[in-house]
């Protein structure tokens, strides 16, 4: 078995992506990548929270027939993906969300 070590100052992609989404659940060796990917690439971030977007979106649509108890990474997350009530399916829209 493979040991893994937690470092906090070696970023990490999932966490770097929390940093485009506007999450909390990064450290400073993250928000540092962020920012150098940002500053060479800017429209990252649009791209992330669009992504984001998208992939709620589907999730919504997809969750409607199956009506499940919980749908969740067990990650917490600053926005859930699937709010509760979904009761029937819709035409897909996806429409952006974010600001």
């Not at 929390?18 to 971030?45: E, I, M, S, Y």
Request: net charge positive.
């Amino acid at each position: 078995m493979v040991s893994v070590q937690f470092d906090p100052d070696v970023a990490h992609p999932a966490r770097v992506y929390n940093v485009w989404l506007g999450g909390k659940n990064h450290f400073a060796a993250d928000r540092l990548a962020a920012q150098q990917v940002t500053r060479c690439r800017p429209q990252v971030v649009a791209g992330a929270r669009a992504n984001r977007a998208f992939l709620a979106c589907v999730v919504r649509y997809l969750a409607a027939d199956l009506a499940p108890e919980q749908v969740s990474s067990g990650v917490a997350a600053h926005d859930r993906l699937v709010p509760a009530g979904i009761t029937a399916r819709k035409p897909l829209t996806c429409t952006p969300d974010w600001p």
